[in-house]
Each structure stands twice: as C-alpha cells, then as structure tokens.
C-alpha cells in the first residue's frame, strides 16, 4: 500500500512537472514571437523599403530577360546547325554572350561591370544600378531557357510551317510560340526564382533590397530572429512564385485536354 501510494504521487508529481515544462515552453515560445513581432514592427518602415527594392530590381531584370532574352534565345534556336534557319555566326556570338555571362561568379560579374553600370545610369550605387548586371544575368538566362524550350518543339510544326510558306515572323508567332507557350511561362518562372536569390547578393554593392535588410538589421546586429524571419518571407514567396508560374503553365497549356 505504501510502495502504490508512492507510486501514485510519483506519477502525478511527474505529470504535474511535465504539466509546468509544457506550460513553460509554451510561454517561452509566445515569449519568443512576441519578440519577433516587436522587432519586425520596429524595422517595419525598413523592410518594406527592402521589399519595394527587391521588387524593382526584379522588374527590371525580368523586363530585360522577356524584351531581350526572349528574342535572343529565340533567334538560337533558328540559327543553330540544325536549325530552320542557320546562321553559324550569328549563333556563335549569341551563343557566345550567354555562356560567358553565364560562367563568371555573378559578384564577381558585378563588380567587373560597375564601370559600365556607372556609364550607362550614372552611378554604381543604388536599386537602379543594381538591376544593370541583374538584367544582363536574366536575359542570358532566360535566352538559353528558351532555346531549351523551342527545343522541345515538334519538328513535325516546322517542317508544317514550312510547307504552308510561312516567313520567320510568322513561324515564330504562330507556330512556335503558341506551341512552347506552357514552357516558357516555366521558364521565366524560374529566372523569376533565381533572380530572388541573386538580388540578394546586391546589398554588397549598395542596392539595398531584401538580403540586405537581412545582413544589416538582423546578422550584424546580432538580431538573428530578424535574420531568420526573412528568411522564411523570401521562402513563401519563392513557393508563391513557383506556384503561381505552374498554375499559368497548366492553364495555357494546349497538351493538356
């Protein structure tokens, strides 16, 4: 009697223990949140300013790659060697453009180019200067992504084309791309991507945005919630992005009945 009534306070003493525990990492955790909450509403004004300066450097660059990518890559794809149309020179520098910009490590890309980035807008400093080496990555980016695509193009569409003496203009408008329309959308979902990640690096060189919200208020600081959260800001919309750019492809897709 006396060993089970040991056992039976042991029992609810080790229940009432995990009961505080509990209750206690709970209230470490709301502790916690608290905290972060208080501290992003601090940087508020700060990381909105990031956010709109991640958002302009990306819409510049993405209006580079559509502008310019989309023909360059294009024009690959015609003027390869076994292509509708080829044009080994031509092919030789596009080709050539993409994959030297392609190759160098891209702060290392930045920093070679802030003479021409201070040619061409005036400084090296700034949003807008940062989107300078940001478009000239997505544009060879998305080139080569739509060479890759046409790729995928039935030869049967061309040699269709052909037959019906349709001109370049008219094989790329009405033949190809409607016809890769599903894979370009993805394409430039993924330069999409990849310039968030590469926007980051662009605080190094004074063009503010996201990731240098995070260096500043949150790793050098030593505020590394801060840090933390905006790390997981720039992984929900990377997933949005991501999503939103499959959902398009699925829509427009014509293979899909």
């Known amino acids: 009697m006396i060993g089970e009534g040991m056992f039976g306070e042991g029992m609810i003493a080790g229940a009432l223990t995990a009961q505080g525990s509990g209750e206690g990492i709970l209230a470490e955790v709301a502790g916690s949140f608290d905290e972060l909450t208080a501290s992003l509403g601090a940087y508020r004004g700060e990381m909105l300013q990031a956010i709109w300066e991640t958002g302009l450097m990306l819409g510049n660059s993405l209006l580079a790659a559509v502008l310019l990518g989309l023909p ?35 702060l290392l890309f930045v920093v070679a180019l802030i003479p021409f980035t201070r040619w061409l807008v005036g400084t090296s400093f700034g949003t807008t200067a940062a989107s300078v080496p940001l478009a000239f990555v997505a544009v060879a980016l998305y ?6 695509t046409l790729l995928d193009v039935p030869r049967q569409t ?7 003496g349709a001109s370049t203009l008219q094989l790329i408008t009405r033949f190809l791309y409607p ?40 790793y050098q600081t030593y505020e590394y919630e801060i840090m933390y959260a905006t790390i997981l800001i720039m992984i929900v ?7 939103t750019g499959t959902w398009i492809s699925r829509r427009i897709d014509r293979r899909v009945p």
């Open 143 to 148: 080139a080569r992504w739509v060479e890759q």
């Open 237 to 243: 919309v990377v997933m949005l992005l991501q999503g």
């Open 179 to 218: 016809e890769a329309r599903s894979g370009l959308v993805l394409s430039l979902t993924t330069v999409t991507i990849s310039m968030v990640s590469y926007s980051t690096i662009m605080g190094v060189v004074g063009g503010g945005g996201v990731g240098d919200f995070a260096i500043r208020y949150g």
């Open 72 to 106: 360059i890559g294009t024009w690959m794809y015609l003027s390869r060697r076994n292509g509708p149309q080829p044009r080994h020179g031509l092919y030789a520098v596009l080709n050539g453009y993409v994959n030297v910009v392609r190759s160098v490590p891209f």
């Open 158 to 164: 061309v040699e269709l084309a052909d037959a019906l």
